[in-house]
């Protein structure tokens, strides 16, 4: 679907995909969109985080709901029985390889050839670095494209139609997430397009 998007929301969309793998999480969520939004330079983001939608934030809530990091909570509570410190781990793998050396083993344990790729795959698809669409992906997808599409002349989604979306989405971790910030998808999408409301 990334084809039907312009440049800018297609590097929000691979910067998403980047804290999937950052996260460890082996799918790809709305969640994921949320956080690369946060950090955009782009007016969606700039009205998030004016809304206190910010990427600490939202990336704090995505750990407590969904785990994250080397191991993820359930892997690291499992581990912890058996006497191993996941952080202790962390430490001395980025103290030996350096800070960025987990992110890179996690980027390679999902690529087969080294390419960003949001579709699912049915019926072969193109080979790319793939991770399941989780809760909410799908839809933000759908949501951005079908906004592009209501506009004449045929544009490509942007980075509002991805934002807008993002907060449209009623399943996975982006409610739980908005709502433990204080924040609401409904008011945040009024927010953006009265910053813009022409689009």
């Given at each position: 679907m990334t084809?039907?998007?312009?440049?800018?929301?297609?590097a929000i969309a691979e910067q998403a995909w980047e804290h999937a793998i950052r996260l460890?999480?082996?799918?790809?969520?709305?969640?994921?969109?949320?956080?690369?939004l946060a950090a955009a330079d782009q007016p969606p983001g700039v009205v998030l985080r004016e809304h206190g939608v910010?990427?600490?934030r939202v990336e704090a809530e995505i750990v407590r709901l969904a785990g994250g990091g080397l191991f993820g909570d359930l892997d690291r509570r499992a581990l912890a029985t058996v006497g191993v410190d996941a952080d202790a781990v962390r430490a001395?793998?980025?103290?030996?390889?350096?800070?960025?050396?987990?992110?890179?083993?996690?980027?390679?344990?999902?690529?087969?050839p080294?390419?960003?790729?949001?579709?699912?795959?049915?019926?072969?698809?193109r080979k790319g670095a793939f991770l399941p669409h989780g809760p909410g992906a799908e839809q933000a997808l759908l949501g951005a494209r079908g906004r592009a599409q209501a506009?004449?002349?045929g544009e490509p989604a942007d980075v509002e139609d991805l934002a807008l979306g993002v907060l449209a989405i009623s399943e996975g971790l982006v409610p739980p997430v908005l709502l433990a910030i204080g924040a609401s998808g409904a008011a945040l999408s009024t927010a953006i397009l009265d910053r813009h409301p022409a689009s």
């Open positions: 084809e039907h998007m312009t440049a800018d929301a297609r460890g999480h082996p799918y790809f969520g709305g969640e994921h969109f949320l956080l690369a910010t990427p600490g001395t793998v980025e103290a030996s390889f350096g800070s960025a050396a987990l992110s890179r083993a996690a980027r390679a344990a999902y690529r087969e080294a390419r960003f790729d949001l579709r699912p795959r049915s019926g072969g698809g506009r004449p002349g």
